[in-house]
């Protein structure tokens, strides 16, 4: 017979605060086919006293067998998982903002009762991303306008079209969705569409600078280039394209 194995944890578990990378580290180890020995620090003082006895400066603590393997993190590196740096280049959130997009697109194309693959649905698709794209830069636009100022043209002119863009954005994507003052959402998406992707253009293929992409909010990981160059380029063409609804 096989020997069951076994593991030991330690994470904190107290009335105001119960430790999410206890409860991942105690799923992992049984995903990993372990028994664990689930030990709770439920004090501060029984957390410190821990830590002082084994010399570790956080919980929670695995052990396996009398080796102890760490954290969280060290618990993914020991069973050959992957572990993100946390400013490691990520493409998810981009994928994530265009997967719901598209989703949301179709969705209401069926809710219509048109057809899915349409011209319809590709103007919904890509006035859903802009409003989605809006929303991710507004959960904070101070950290927003800081990394936008780092390339775009007319914001390092005019700070305060670094606060702007994004309600412009939102505006205009909110407006196509609807189909409604396209006079107004028309010039709005090509003049902010224009200036994005001529600025991205210099500061990626003219300067060669390496930065990071305000496309999807001030914390983003994913790299200033084709993402945010393609963003402008959409909000361009979903512009040119709707002249063709101008004055319906």
């Given at each position: 017979?096989?020997?069951?194995?076994?593991?030991?944890?330690?994470?904190?578990?107290?009335?105001?605060?119960?430790?999410?990378?206890?409860?991942?580290?105690?799923?992992?180890?049984?995903?990993?086919?372990?028994?664990?020995?689930?030990?709770?620090?439920?004090?501060?003082?029984?957390?410190?006293?821990?830590?002082?006895?084994?010399?570790?400066?956080?919980?929670?603590?695995?052990?396996?067998?009398?080796?102890?393997?760490?954290?969280?993190?060290?618990?993914?590196?020991?069973?050959?998982k992957e572990v993100k740096?946390?400013?490691?280049?990520?493409?998810?959130?981009?994928?994530?903002?265009?997967?719901?997009?598209?989703?949301?697109?179709?969705a209401v194309i069926w809710?219509?009762?048109?057809?899915?693959?349409?011209?319809?649905?590709?103007?919904?698709?890509?006035?859903?991303?802009?409003?989605?794209?809006?929303?991710?830069?507004?959960?904070?636009?101070?950290?927003?306008?800081?990394?936008?100022?780092?390339?775009?043209?007319?914001?390092?002119?005019?700070?305060?079209?670094?606060?702007?863009?994004?309600?412009?954005?939102?505006?205009?994507?909110?407006?196509?969705?609807?189909?409604?003052?396209?006079?107004?959402?028309?010039?709005?998406?090509?003049?902010?569409?224009?200036?994005?992707?001529?600025?991205?253009?210099?500061?990626?293929?003219?300067?060669?600078?390496?930065?990071?992409?305000?496309?999807?909010?001030?914390?983003?990981?994913?790299?200033?280039?084709?993402?945010?160059?393609?963003?402008?380029?959409?909000?361009?063409?979903?512009?040119?394209?709707?002249?063709?609804?101008?004055?319906?």
């Amino acid at each position: 017979m096989t020997e069951e194995k076994q593991a030991t944890l330690y994470r904190m578990v107290m009335k105001k605060h119960l430790c999410p990378f206890g409860l991942k580290s105690l799923d992992l180890l049984r995903r990993q086919g372990y028994s664990v020995d689930d030990n709770w620090l439920t004090s501060r003082e029984e957390t410190d006293a821990f830590k002082a006895k084994h010399d570790v400066d956080t919980t929670p603590q695995a052990f396996i067998g009398e080796q102890r393997i760490g954290g969280y993190d060290d618990l993914r590196r020991h069973f050959g998982k992957e572990v993100k740096s946390a400013d490691e280049t990520s493409y998810r959130p981009v994928l994530a903002v265009f997967g719901v997009a598209a989703l949301l697109a179709l969705a209401v194309i069926w809710m219509a009762g048109g057809a899915l693959l349409s011209v319809r649905t590709v103007e919904l698709f890509i006035a859903f991303s802009m409003c989605i794209l809006a929303l991710l830069k507004l959960q904070d636009i101070e950290s927003f306008s800081t990394m936008f100022l780092n390339y775009d043209l007319l914001a390092r002119r005019k700070v305060p079209y670094s606060y702007i863009y994004p309600y412009a954005e939102l505006f205009a994507g909110v407006l196509m969705v609807a189909g409604a003052l396209l006079w107004l959402a028309i010039p709005v998406a090509l003049f902010i569409g224009t200036v994005g992707a001529a600025s991205v253009f210099k500061a990626v293929y003219i300067d060669r600078r390496e930065l990071k992409c305000a496309c999807v909010g001030g914390g983003s990981s994913v790299p200033l280039g084709f993402v945010s160059l393609t963003e402008n380029l959409m909000m361009m063409a979903m512009g040119l394209w709707m002249f063709r609804y101008f004055g319906g």
